[in-house]
C-alpha cells in the first residue's frame, strides 16, 4: 500500500501555520514590554517627582522658611460645667497657626493669661483691683499673637495707667465657642466672683461678625471634645466628597501643615483654588450672604445678648459688646476675592461685607444693649497699609488688636467710671455718643458700609 506525498499547498499551509505559532510569544513578550516600559517610565517620573519636592522642600527651608502649624490636641478638654469644651488649665506650651510660634499658658480656670504681666496687686488707697471679664471666641483667646499683644492684655495696661490703680483682666475665652456659651460663663463668672467678695467691674463681650451669629439658643452644652482638636486618619463614615474629605483629606493636611515648608507655601499661594473645592479653611461666612439677610437667627442671636444685659444690669454689672469684624469687612479686595472664589458678585444678589455689621447693630439699638462697633476704624487702617488681619490664618493681627484696644478704651473707661460714681448702669450706652473713630454706642446709628 502507497502512502502519497503532502501536495504543495499543504505543505505551504502548514509552513505559515508553524510560523505563526512562533510569532505568537513574541508578541505576547512585546506586549509584556510594553507595560514593562511604560510602568518603569511612571517609575522613574514618579522618583523624580519625588527628588524634586524633596529638593523644594530642602531648598525652602534654608532659603525662605514658612510657619508650620502646629497644634496641640491636648490644649482642648471636654468640660462638664455646661460649656462642652474649654482650654486645659495650667497649661504652658507653643502654638502656631500659621502666623508664628506663640507661647499659651493658661490659668487654673483654663483661660488665657500673659505670663509676663505682673500680678493684680494693691494699695493702701485701692485695695481691691478693678476687674474686667472678657468674654469671647477663638478672636479673644487670640492664640495667633502673644498674650501680651492680644486686646484683653493690651486692655489690662492702658486701663492700668489711664486709672491709677491695679487692673485684673479675666479672658474668658476659647476657640468655637458663642453667644450661648457667654451668656452661661458671665452667669457662672459673675456669681462666683461675687461669692468671693471680688465683684467684676464691666463684662466685655467680644462678638465676631464672622460667625458668631446662633442657630439655636442653647442653656447647657454636653461634655465633649473640641472641633478645634487635631484631626485624626479615619474611614469614611460616608462615601461622598464630604466624608472623604473629612477622613482623609483633612487629616493629610494637618499632618502636612504641621512637617512641610513646601506645602504651606502652596496653600498660601493656592488659597482661592483650594477655597472653590472646598478644601480650605477659608469660607464665605453665610452672615455676609445676601439670601441670609431675613434670617431668623438674627433676632436669635441679639435676644442672647440682650439676656445677658438684663442679667448684667441685674448685677449692677456695666456690659459692652464690642463687634469685631472679619478680614472680609476690612478689606474690599480681599471680599471680591472670596466672592469669585465661590462664583459670587459683591452685591444685593451676592456677597453682602456690611450686612451683618448693619443687622447686628440695629437688633442691639433696639433691644438697648451697649455696643461699639470696629469695622469702620479697622478698615481705615487696613486701607493705611496696616495689616488688621494674619496673612495665613485671618484671625486680628497684633496690629489689629491694638486698632480694637483703641475702639473699645473710651468707652470701658466711661462705663468704669460710671460704676465708680454709683450711675445706674442699666443705662450704661443709652445716651452715648457717636465717635468715627472709636465706633458707634448703641444709641448712635450704623454707619453705612
Known sequence: MSTSSPSGKQQFAAGKSQAQRARRPRRRNSRLSGWRGLLARLLVMAVAGLFALLFGELALRLAAPQQLVVVRPDIWVPDDTGLGWRMAAGLDTEVNTGEGEVRLVTDGQGFRIDPQAPPPASDLLNPDPTRVLVLGDSFAAALQVEAADAFPELIRHQLTQRLERPVEVVNASCGGWGPSHY???????????????????????????????????????????????????????????????????????????????????????????????????????????????????????????????????????????????????????????????????????????????????????????????????????????????????????????????????????????????????????????????????????????
Open 183 to 449: 451668656r452661661l460663663l458671665l452667669q457662672q463668672q459673675v456669681g462666683a466672683a461675687r461669692e468671693a467678695g471680688r465683684p467684676f467691674d464691666l463684662a466685655l463681650v467680644a462678638f465676631f461678625l464672622g460667625n458668631d451669629i446662633e442657630k439655636v439658643a442653647v442653656d447647657r452644652f454636653p461634655p465633649r471634645a473640641s472641633s478645634r482638636a487635631q484631626r485624626g486618619l479615619h474611614w469614611p463614615t460616608e462615601f461622598s466628597f464630604r466624608g472623604i474629605k473629612g477622613a482623609l483629606l483633612y487629616p493629610l493636611n494637618d499632618a502636612l501643615e504641621q512637617r512641610s515648608h513646601l506645602y504651606q507655601l502652596f496653600k498660601k499661594g493656592s488659597w482661592q483654588l483650594l477655597m472653590r473645592v472646598g478644601l480650605s479653611a477659608r469660607r464665605v461666612a453665610a452672615t455676609d450672604l445676601a439670601r441670609n439677610l431675613e434670617d431668623p437667627r438674627w433676632e436669635l442671636t441679639a435676644e442672647v445678648l440682650a439676656e445677658m444685659q438684663r442679667f448684667a444690669a441685674g448685677e449692677e454689672l456695666p456690659l459692652l459688646v464690642a463687634l469685631i469684624p472679619s478680614a472680609v469687612h476690612t478689606d474690599p479686595d480681599l471680599a471680591t476675592a472670596y466672592a469669585g472664589s465661590v462664583g459670587l458678585e459683591i452685591g444685593p444678589e451676592g456677597l453682602q461685607p456690611g450686612q451683618a455689621r448693619e443687622r447686628v447693630s440695629r437688633l442691639l439699638t433696639e433691644r438697648g444693649v451697649p455696643f461699639v462697633d470696629a469695622t469702620e476704624a479697622l478698615r481705615r487702617q487696613q486701607s493705611s497699609g496696616d495689616l488688621t488681619h494674619g496673612r495665613v490664618d485671618t484671625h486680628l493681627s497684633p496690629a489689629g488688636h491694638r486698632g480694637l484696644r483703641d475702639v473699645v478704651m473710651p468707652t470701658i473707661e466711661g462705663l468704669i467710671q460710671q460704676r465708680t460714681e454709683g450711675a445706674d448702669v442699666s443705662d450704661a450706652g443709652s445716651s452715648g455718643t457717636d465717635s468715627s473713630s472709636t465706633g458707634s454706642l448703641s444709641s448712635a446709628p450704623a454707619e453705612a458700609s
